[in-house]
Structure formats: C-alpha cells, structure tokens
C-alpha cells in the first residue's frame, strides 16, 4: 500500500525556475525522506526530516514538514536540467520504506 | 566504496516459470530489502533482510520469497510468474537497518513477464 499521494504528479517548468512539489501521508510517522529517480543514476536519496523538524535545507533542495496537516513540500530553487527526474516521498516503519506515487518534473531548457 | 549491485540487469520469462534475482549490499551494509516498481502500483515494499533473518514482509503473495547469506548477499525468488510481475525489482542496502538512516539503493533489475 502506499503512504500517501504525490502533487502534482507532473510539473513542467522553465531551467532556472523553482519547482515545488507536495507530499500527503497518512499515519503518525518518525521522519519522512525524499528520493530522485532517474534512468541514469537510479533512485537516490536527498534529504531526510525527523518528525520534530519543521524545515531543512540541502544545497538547492528545502524541505519542509507538517505533521499536523500530515504533509511535507520539497522546493528546489534554481532549477537544472539535470534536475529532471520523478521525486518520492517515503516514510519509514518497521523496517520498510512505504513510498508516495511520486512527482515527474521536467526541466525545459 | 562500490555501491549496491544488482544482477541481472535485465531479465526475460514467461509465465510459469521462476526466477531469482541476486543484489550485493554495499561493503559492511548488513541490511538489504527488496521493493517492485510499476507503473500502476508504483513501489511496494516486498521484504528486509538484517543479518540472515527476514525482520519484515510486505503484502505480496507467497510466490515471492527471500533470503540473506552470511555476506549479506541477498537473492529473491519469484516463482509460477504471471504477467503481472513485470517490473523494476530494486534492492536497497542500510548499514544497520535502522529506522533514519539512508536506504542506499542498487539500479534495479527489469524483468518482462511473457
């Protein structure tokens, strides 16, 4: 089963841009994790929030977490081509990742 | 360090048969769990490994199986495949399989179910 949802699914913006990118889950959680996909370098991990975190900063990358709503936001300033790629969110629990249905973003020269 | 490896990269069946997929944890990673990716389910979790014992499943049928060796290699086994199996099968290592700590996570293995 999946943890939550991922909006928008799909994101096109303009190299440079800022492109924001929201995450929805459901249970009480110890910390929640974004990861990067794509077809050349594979799932990756970016930045991990622990539930008594509010924000936290990696590079170009801001997150962000609210635990009353059950949600978080991934910002990347700045945007590159290379930052094309589907972004997951991910809490962890006994042992296993459970993952939201991830955001594709595209990055346009 | 070399990272988590996978083998094989790319895999053909047809239904009815099995397969076993093999992933090498990075060096001194004693945690390894295995995810499938479709596009319609996107990632599931299937189960974890930590030190040769199975701490976790997933919600997948008793087709899928697993293990760990004492190296912390790991293999999972998929038997009677059905089409739907098609999928990214990824594994990822921990170092000691803890809740927060980065999950670290091979290329994956594409298998095509015929």
């Known amino acids: 089963s999946q943890q939550g949802e991922e909006d928008p699914q799909a994101l096109s913006i303009q190299e440079g841009e800022n492109a924001t990118m929201n995450c929805s889950y459901k249970?009480?959680?110890?910390?929640l994790q974004w990861y990067r996909q794509n077809s050349g370098r594979g799932l990756v991990h970016l930045i991990l929030i622990r539930s008594n975190e509010r924000e936290k900063h990696s590079g170009r990358l801001r997150v962000t977490l609210d635990t009353s709503k059950k949600s978080s936001s991934l910002l990347i300033t700045a945007s590159r081509a290379a930052d094309t790629a589907s972004y997951f969110c991910?809490?962890?629990?006994?042992?296993?990742?459970?993952w939201g249905a991830g955001t594709k973003l595209i990055i346009k020269p | 360090k070399a990272g988590v490896t996978q083998t094989p990269r790319y895999l053909i069946k047809t239904r009815g048969q099995q397969v076993t997929l093999s992933c090498s944890p990075i060096?001194?990673?004693?945690?390894v769990s295995w995810y499938q990716q479709t596009p319609g389910q996107g990632l599931q979790f299937l189960f974890e490994y930590f030190s040769e014992t199975q701490r976790n499943k997933g919600n997948f049928p008793g087709r899928f199986s697993g293990r760990q060796f004492s190296n912390s290699r790991s293999e999972m086994n998929v038997s009677t495949l059905e089409l739907g199996d098609s999928a990214l099968y990824l594994c990822?290592?921990?170092?000691?399989?803890?809740?927060?700590?980065?999950?670290?996570f091979g290329p994956g293995t594409r298998l095509l179910v015929l």
């Open positions: 060096s001194g990673h004693r945690s």
């Open positions: 249970t009480s959680i110890n910390n």
């Open positions: 991910a809490t962890d629990s006994n042992y296993q990742l459970i």
């Open positions: 990822a290592s921990q170092q000691r399989g803890v809740d927060q700590e980065t999950q670290y």
